[in-house]
């Protein structure tokens, strides 16, 4: 089965402090990458996506996030983390060749930025 | 202004009661979901559909029905059978399969 992992559950910062989030897939193939963010009391927004191209996508509010095939990986990164960055991450991939018409989400990251 | 509405924000269930939650879109896509997001476990996939009068069950769907008889509406209603309601519901929507998925704010539901 299709699976997710983000291995951080919490993560804890000061501010101006870098940000890697982890997250790794279980399957090949062809995929379509996104980081999604959870602000307090807020809609679960699209923070930065990848289908094809450069590895390396930039995404809103200074993330980036470089995906490396060989590694199943699409970690999430930030070199100057602020105090509105508190807010939950959830990794999701979309395998195209699997045949499997969902989306399927890791169980988040929890991001605690203390000012 | 273009988005997903859902309602109520907040629902309450008394056992053995069905319930329904309002899911619409004015962005003219043509593919729904909806998920389920309960701490610590992510987002899990019940229902889907990509185009009117279709849809399939995700990965939770026991307990849960769909209808899509229009394009911007995909209501869910969580019947007596589901016996564990009580979680955070988004609904998404999506030009295609595979491609961005955008959320409402999220219905609550909690259990009398």
């Known amino acids: 089965a299709q699976s997710v992992s983000q291995h951080n559950h919490h993560v804890i910062l000061s501010e101006a402090a870098s940000l890697e989030l982890g997250c790794n897939y279980s399957y090949g193939g062809t995929v379509n990458l996104f980081w999604y963010v959870q602000y307090p009391g807020q809609h679960l927004q699209l923070l930065l996506k990848?289908?094809?191209?450069?590895?390396l996508v930039k995404g809103i509010k200074g993330f980036e996030a470089e995906f490396i095939k060989s590694k199943f990986s699409f970690n999430l990164r930030k070199p100057s983390v602020q105090w509105s960055d508190t807010a939950e991450y959830f990794c999701?991939?979309?395998?195209?060749?699997?045949?499997?018409?969902?989306?399927?989400f890791g169980t988040g990251t929890r991001l605690t930025i203390i000012p | 202004d273009g988005g997903i509405t859902q309602s109520p924000k907040y629902l309450f269930r008394k056992e053995g009661q069905n319930v329904t939650l309002s899911c619409e879109q004015n962005?003219?896509?043509?593919?729904m979901y909806w998920y389920r997001q309960d701490p610590g476990q992510g987002l899990r996939l019940i229902y889907y559909?990509?185009?009117?009068?279709?849809?399939q069950k995700g990965d939770i769907a026991e307990g849960y029905s769909v209808s899509r008889e229009k394009k911007e509406s995909f209501p869910l209603t969580v019947t007596s059978a589901q016996k564990n309601p009580t979680a955070f519901y988004l609904c998404a929507s999506s030009m295609g399969r595979r491609e961005t998925q955008y959320f409402g704010p999220g219905t609550r539901l909690l259990v009398l």
């Open positions: 999701a991939v979309y395998n195209l060749n699997f045949g499997n018409e969902k989306l399927t």
């Open positions: 962005l003219n896509h043509d593919a």
């Open positions: 990848y289908f094809s191209g450069d590895p």
């Open positions: 559909s990509q185009i009117v009068n279709d849809f």
